[in-house]
């Protein structure tokens, strides 16, 4: 059968895929009708498979949905003694941070001081594949990287209103060093971006001309061997294929599910430390060149795995796993796990890059956010896959370099032109042609009263590491 044509449209934006074979509950999706006419049949599969879980009590697609592995990116999976590694997936913790700068565009028009500020940054920021460190990086020793593990960002000092978590608590008896090919990777890589899509980027807000810089990364070779490392354990126990171990799934209270959930927090508090790590690097770099101060807006993940208050329709609340694959914590305001924080009355920023022609956005949830988990997108969402790309978009290579430098926007009244890159052609994998339309998706959140758009900010110079 086809899961696309069974589901149901029941408002503007939003979809419901009823329970079908062995679905445990329904599944909802919030598209637009072309978002709808334009995502593929294995989207809906993996969505209803998503829904099949044992424990799930709730799925849930966002706008920038697509096929991913095991479960859609861009899904929300909640359940109650469960966990399933696919929720994070291979890149454990993946986020946002956002720097305000204290800076408006008419102070980032320069083409070559925005080149400028990219040759510093690179200075002090390792990209790309690999651990290659440039020298003006910070250095740790063991027992700091232990101490990250355990602690994430509050081992750096970093304030609790500065993040969606410090950390999550990790048992005292956890031996860091166990999964050997993933602790090899702890000190050569701490703040560093990594390659894929993970970049660093300077922004301006399309109303105000304020200006931010924007870091998106993830746990780096740690998560990811951890991940790794855990698929196959999980399939192992589970009695399945290992090449199906992206369906494995745990029991929250079993041996194996205990100890993939000590390590899997390791890899997110790795993550949000690798985060405030990078911030460094570049504030120096913003001193050095625009002589200006900056500080932390706020940061957040999209890859993750939480155990959280949930808010039931009644109103009752109980505690249940939220699972978060390509999509952002949403928390609005007064959501019981707000209480007593600085975003208590406001809930919380949630950060969203797009591409890197198109640009980003920080949305807040409205009381909308409910029907999602207290969940919104990551970005715009594929609609090209990378291989995909390189081979068709190769012919264009020129014209999308050309478009890149020459594309002019107004920032608050002040024209800005071009956008500068770290490469000398930009890479077909991460163009604005693999990606849907950001403002199409943000216009779904608005729809349903999910999440309104607080600021809309374009990349005026772009860093990405190399694959």
Same mark, same amino acid.
């Given at each position: 059968?086809?899961?696309?044509?069974?589901?149901?449209?029941?408002?503007?934006?939003?979809?419901?895929?009823?329970?079908?074979?062995?679905?445990?509950?329904?599944?909802?999706?919030?598209?637009?009708?072309?978002?709808?006419?334009?995502?593929?049949?294995?989207?809906?599969?993996?969505?209803?498979?998503?829904?099949?879980?044992?424990?799930?009590?709730?799925?849930?697609?966002?706008?920038?949905?697509?096929?991913?592995?095991?479960?859609?990116?861009?899904?929300?999976?909640?359940?109650?003694?469960?966990?399933?590694?696919?929720?994070?997936?291979?890149?454990?913790?993946?986020?946002?941070?956002?720097?305000?700068?204290?800076?408006?565009?008419?102070?980032?028009?320069?083409?070559?001081?925005?080149?400028?500020?990219?040759?510093?940054?690179?200075?002090?920021?390792?990209?790309?594949?690999?651990?290659?460190?440039?020298?003006?990086?910070?250095?740790?020793?063991?027992?700091?990287?232990?101490?990250?593990?355990?602690?994430?960002?509050?081992?750096?000092?970093?304030?609790?209103?500065?993040?969606?978590?410090?950390?999550?608590?990790?048992?005292?008896?956890?031996?860091?060093?166990?999964?050997?090919?993933?602790?090899?990777?702890?000190?050569?890589?701490?703040?560093?971006?990594?390659?894929?899509?993970?970049?660093?980027?300077?922004?301006?807000?399309?109303?105000?001309?304020?200006?931010?810089?924007?870091?998106?990364?993830?746990?780096?070779?740690?998560?990811?061997?951890?991940?790794?490392?855990?698929?196959?354990?999980?399939?192992?126990? &589970? =009695?399945? #294929?290992?090449?199906?171990? $992206?369906?494995?799934? *745990?029991?929250? %209270?079993?041996?194996?599910?205990?100890?993939?959930?000590?390590?899997?927090?390791?890899?997110?508090?790795?993550?949000?430390?690798?985060?405030?790590?990078?911030?460094?690097?570049?504030?120096?770099?913003?001193?050095?060149?625009?002589?200006?101060?900056?500080?932390?807006?706020?940061?957040?993940?999209?890859?993750?795995?939480?155990?959280?208050?949930?808010?039931?329709?009644?109103?009752?609340?109980?505690?249940?796993?939220?699972?978060?694959?390509?999509?952002?914590?949403?928390?609005?305001?007064?959501?019981?796990?707000?209480?007593?924080?600085?975003?208590?009355?406001?809930?919380?920023?949630?950060?969203?890059?797009?591409?890197?022609?198109?640009?980003?956005?920080?949305?807040?949830?409205?009381?909308?956010?409910?029907?999602?988990?207290?969940?919104?997108?990551?970005?715009?969402?594929?609609?090209?896959? &990378? =291989?995909? #790309?390189?081979?068709?978009? $190769?012919?264009?290579? *020129?014209?999308? %370099?050309?478009?890149?430098?020459?594309?002019?926007?107004?920032?608050?009244?002040?024209?800005?032109?071009?956008?500068?890159?770290?490469?000398?052609?930009?890479?077909?994998?991460?163009?604005?042609?693999?990606?849907?339309?950001?403002?199409?998706?943000?216009?779904?959140?608005?729809?349903?009263?999910?999440?309104?758009?607080?600021?809309?900010?374009?990349?005026?110079?772009?860093?990405?590491?190399?694959?």
């Amino acid at each position: 059968m086809s899961f696309k044509y069974h589901a149901q449209k029941v408002g503007d934006a939003h979809y419901v895929l009823p329970r079908c074979g062995s679905m445990k509950v329904d599944a909802h999706a919030f598209f637009s009708e072309d978002l709808y006419d334009a995502s593929e049949e294995s989207l809906w599969s993996q969505l209803a498979s998503g829904a099949s879980y044992d424990g799930i009590i709730g799925a849930y697609l966002m706008p920038d949905g697509h096929s991913g592995f095991g479960v859609p990116i861009g899904c929300v999976l909640v359940t109650d003694n469960t966990i399933l590694q696919a929720g994070s997936g291979y890149d454990i913790s993946c986020g946002v941070l956002y720097l305000k700068v204290n800076l408006t565009a008419n102070a980032v028009r320069s083409w070559h001081k925005r080149e400028t500020w990219i040759q510093e940054v690179e200075k002090r920021i390792a990209t790309g594949v690999g651990s290659v460190r440039p020298k003006l990086m910070p250095v740790f020793d063991n027992k700091e990287a232990q101490e990250i593990l355990r602690y994430g960002a509050k081992a750096l000092g970093v304030s609790a209103d500065l993040c969606e978590r410090q950390y999550i608590p990790v048992p005292q008896g956890i031996d860091f060093t166990k999964i050997e090919k993933a602790y090899s990777k702890v000190l050569p890589q701490l703040g560093s971006v990594g390659g894929g899509n993970h970049f660093v980027e300077l922004q301006v807000d399309r109303d105000t001309g304020e200006v931010f810089v924007m870091i998106h990364c993830g746990s780096r070779g740690y998560g990811w061997q951890t991940a790794n490392h855990y698929f196959y354990e999980g399939a192992r126990l &589970r =009695g399945l #294929a290992s090449n199906r171990r $992206e369906d494995s799934w *745990l029991y929250v %209270d079993e041996p194996l599910g205990k100890e993939y959930w000590a390590y899997h927090n390791s890899a997110a508090n790795f993550a949000v430390a690798n985060r405030h790590v990078i911030v460094h690097g570049i504030q120096e770099a913003l001193q050095e060149v625009f002589n200006a101060d900056s500080k932390v807006y706020y940061e957040i993940s999209h890859n993750l795995v939480q155990e959280e208050t949930l808010v039931l329709p009644d109103g009752t609340t109980k505690r249940g796993y939220v699972h978060r694959k390509g999509a952002t914590r949403a928390f609005p305001a007064g959501h019981p796990d707000l209480s007593g924080t600085v975003w208590e009355k406001t809930g919380h920023p949630c950060l969203i890059p797009g591409s890197m022609m198109a640009g980003a956005a920080i949305l807040f949830a409205e009381q909308g956010a409910y029907q999602t988990a207290c969940s919104v997108n990551h970005g715009s969402g594929r609609k090209m896959a &990378r =291989g995909e #790309a390189k081979r068709k978009l $190769e012919h264009k290579q *020129l014209r999308i %370099d050309d478009e890149m430098k020459t594309v002019r926007r107004e920032f608050a009244g002040v024209p800005i032109e071009g956008i500068v890159g770290n490469h000398l052609h930009t890479p077909l994998d991460e163009c604005s042609y693999c990606y849907k339309d950001l403002d199409s998706v943000l216009d779904v959140l608005e729809v349903n009263n999910i999440a309104r758009v607080a600021h809309r900010l374009y990349p005026v110079a772009n860093i990405k590491g190399s694959d």
